[in-house]
């Protein structure tokens, strides 16, 4: 009877000894050690007059923590006690969140953008081959009991499905799609051209080989596709090849010809493709014919010998990263060009002074990014968009004046433009992006019209100013 008491025991013993351990391992779920560093989930974010409210989210949040909520301007978002950003108008604010946890305050800001609500498609064919179909993608932003419709302007030329939203080309012409939002009356088009249906291809014509060049004929013309000799420093292309104009340069067809120095292009030549001189590092200078309609991506990217360019009237938009990383450029004429692409001309080291002239609309994303050496910068009347970090980088840069067709104004655009001690900003100017004059010289001075967004932009960011 005693032995079996005592295994008993034992078995007690041991089963109590495996309880406590695991009861010690357990750590309840959600428990956060005080002395974690808490955080906020999102540094940015966007919302929309009258559209949804955002709840601030954490991470690694005490619940004996105790948090504080700011908002650098009510009047765009308000902010409540318990972290809800709420959208109030059109405009920018910054949220600062102040968390205090284990002894220690936290200090974080996010960066609010109130935005008007819009609908946008956000899918759509550039062109359709009769019979196609293609189905139409639209987006509603901010706006709430939406009710969509999507209708065309000419069913002989193309239908739409309102259920499946589904596009069908019915025959050659254009038609305008447009989707609208009945609740609030917003819409969004897109303009689609019909396309007849290819013929059927010809019979491929023997076409003479050539010693140095490899070409196509497209069109009826002929498309510099490659140059055989790697080694080749200096190049005529001829204006025919077997009784067929040279009307194209072929994407990439010369590119990292590294010991290129000079290349003679025909006046017949419309179009130079994606990157078809990309990194010829050697390349001095190139005379564009005056024919030229189409300069491709990336098309003289980092030709570093290359010291100007002279753009052709018709060029119509130079495309992203153009010249970007040509570091011995000195002089651009831009000629009528009316949009100017994201990084066309990046970190053209060399850059001293351009002239943006009136026709160009829009300059893209870091188009004249670490141009460190740009003093003068003309910004002629006919400008309505600057993008996000336009000149950013542009050490040398000391004064800038916006001309007063300007409409947006992109975040970053002259950071880190150090001495940079004066710009203009006109009443035009509508929309202002975060940060555009960080990290500028700490005499900056900005000049701006009373009650104007550049006035509100100045104050937010405690710049001083000037009106005028």
């Known amino acids: 009877m005693d032995r079996i008491y005592g295994s008993?025991?034992?078995?007690?013993?041991?089963?109590?000894?495996?309880?406590?351990?695991?009861?010690?391992?357990?750590?309840?779920?959600?428990?956060?050690?005080?002395?974690?560093?808490?955080?906020?989930?999102?540094?940015?974010?966007?919302?929309?007059?009258?559209?949804?409210?955002?709840?601030?989210?954490?991470?690694?949040?005490?619940?004996?923590?105790?948090?504080?909520?700011?908002?650098?301007?009510?009047?765009?978002?308000?902010?409540?006690?318990?972290?809800?950003?709420?959208?109030?108008?059109k405009g920018s604010a910054t949220v600062t969140v102040s968390i205090k946890q284990s002894s220690k305050t936290y200090t974080y800001k996010i960066a609010v953008t109130v935005s008007n609500p819009y609908v946008k498609i956000t899918s759509k064919p550039e062109t359709l081959t009769v019979g196609e179909t293609f189905q139409m993608v639209g987006k509603t932003y901010g706006l709430k009991d939406v009710s969509e419709t999507w209708t065309v302007s000419d069913k002989t030329v193309a239908t739409i499905n309102e259920k499946t939203k589904i596009l069908t080309a019915k025959k050659e012409g254009t038609v305008k799609v447009t989707f609208k939002d009945a609740t609030s009356g917003k819409t969004s088009t897109a303009t689609i051209s019909v396309v007849a249906p290819p013929q059927e291809e010809e019979e491929e014509e023997e076409l003479p080989e050539d010693e140095l060049f490899g070409y196509d004929v497209e069109d009826g013309g002929v498309i510099i596709t490659e140059v055989y000799d790697s080694t080749v420093t200096s190049l005529i292309i001829p204006n025919s090849f077997a009784n067929y104009k040279v009307t194209a340069i072929g994407d990439g067809a010369f590119e990292g010809l590294s010991d290129l120095k000079t290349v003679k292009i025909p006046s017949t030549v419309t179009s130079i493709g994606d990157y078809a001189f990309g990194s010829c590092s050697s390349l001095m200078q190139i005379e564009l014919p005056s024919g030229l309609k189409y300069l491709g991506e990336g098309a003289f990217e980092y030709c570093e010998s290359l010291t100007q360019v002279s753009l052709p009237k018709g060029i119509e938009e130079l495309l992203s990263g153009t010249f970007s990383g040509c570091s011995a450029l000195k002089t651009v004429e831009l000629g009528s060009v009316k949009a100017i692409g994201d990084e066309a001309f990046y970190e053209c080291v060399s850059l001293a002074s351009v002239s943006i002239p009136s026709t160009v609309k829009t300059i893209g994303t870091s188009a004249f990014e670490y141009c460190e050496k740009l003093a003068t910068l003309t910004l002629k009347s006919g400008l309505e968009y600057l993008d996000d970090y336009a000149f950013s980088g542009c050490l040398k840069l000391t004064t800038v004046s916006l001309p007063t067709s300007l409409e947006y104004l992109g975040s970053g655009a002259f950071d880190s433009c150090e001495l940079l001690k004066s710009a203009t900003i006109p009443s035009s100017v509508e929309d202002i992006g975060s940060g555009v004059f960080d990290n500028c010289n700490e005499s900056l001075k900005l000049r701006v019209k009373r009650n104007s967004a550049g006035h509100e932009f100045a104050e937010d960011e405690e710049i001083p100013y000037s009106v005028y």
């Open 8 to 89: 008993w025991k034992k078995k007690v013993t041991v089963f109590l000894m495996l309880f406590v351990l695991a009861a010690v391992h357990i750590i309840p779920s959600g428990m956060v050690d005080a002395a974690t560093v808490p955080t906020v989930t999102v540094t940015k974010k966007t919302l929309y007059v009258g559209g949804d409210s955002y709840k601030i989210k954490f991470k690694d949040l005490a619940t004996s923590s105790k948090v504080t909520y700011k908002s650098s301007d009510t009047k765009i978002a308000k902010v409540t006690t318990t972290g809800t950003i709420k959208p109030v108008a």
